[in-house]
T-cell receptor, first 111, second 110 residues
Framework: EADIYQTPRYLVIGTGKKITLECSQT?????MYWYQQDPGMELHLIHY???????EKGDLSSESTVSRIRTEHFPLTLESARPSHTSQYLC??????????FGDGTRLSIL | GQQVMQIPQYQHVQEGEDFTTYCNSS?????IQWYKQRPGGHPVFLIQ?????EVKKQKRLTFQFGEAKKNSSLHITATQTTDVGTYFC??????????FGSGTRLSIRP
């Protein structure tokens, strides 16, 4: 069952555009995460949130920003997309130290 | 900073052979989780281990958590083509921050 939703699934867009990737969960989880993953490679944590109005940068330096105004919503924004941002972006949520539930991801291609 | 190392990076086995992936942390973990990611898919939670020395089984999969709570392993007996994918371990530190291992990609010769 899909309790965490990401849109769009695929996005091809030109350099310099502003992009927002959406992530919503219906499980009431306090913790939410954004990961960047190239095909078949490791997961890189780029942002996380422990609750409303709480956001932290992850281990991978990123030019993106996030916000957490509502528990269920954790959008990620790229102000000016570059080809180096081409990757898959995965959103996840969890309860305290519990299993992470991942969305289907957004495959982003910057031309 | 805290690191979680996972080996091997790749494993190619004949169908029916066993497979093991190992996870090692530089610091003590409060718990460890294992995930499977099929090609083209997203990571899916398999199991969580919490206690020192804990062993859990799911059909052909056996998961272990080390006595010092710094290492873990996943063993698959008699692999099948449905086992293909990348297996990730993930550990929570005392600071409640999760760290994923680099993953082991399993491929299988029918």
């Amino acid at each position: 069952e899909a309790d965490i939703y990401q849109t769009p699934r695929y996005l091809v867009i030109g350099t310099g555009k502003k992009i927002t990737l959406e992530c919503s969960q219906t499980m009431g989880h306090d913790k939410m995460y954004w990961y960047q993953q190239d095909p078949g490679m490791e997961l890189h944590l780029i942002h996380y949130s422990y609750g409303v109005n709480s956001t932290e940068k992850g281990d991978l330096s990123s030019e993106s920003t996030v916000s957490r105004i509502r528990t269920e919503h954790f959008p990620l924004t790229l102000e000016s997309a570059r080809p180096s941002h081409t990757s898959q972006y995965l959103c996840a949520s969890s309860e305290h130290r519990g299993p992470q539930h991942f969305g289907d991801g957004t495959r982003l291609s910057i031309l | 900073g805290q690191q979680v190392m996972q080996i091997p990076q790749y494993q190619h086995v004949q169908e029916g052979e066993d497979f093991t992936t190992y996870c090692n942390s530089s610091t003590t973990l409060s718990n460890i989780q294992w995930y499977k990611q099929r090609p083209g898919g997203h990571p899916v939670f398999l199991i969580q281990l919490v206690k020192s020395g804990e062993v859990k089984k799911q059909k052909r999969l056996t998961f272990q958590f080390g006595e010092a709570k710094k290492n873990s392993s996943l063993h698959i007996t008699a692999t099948q083509t449905t086992d293909v994918g990348t297996y990730f371990c993930a550990g929570y530190s005392s600071a409640s921050k999760i760290i994923f291992g680099s993953g082991t990609r399993l491929s299988i010769r029918p």
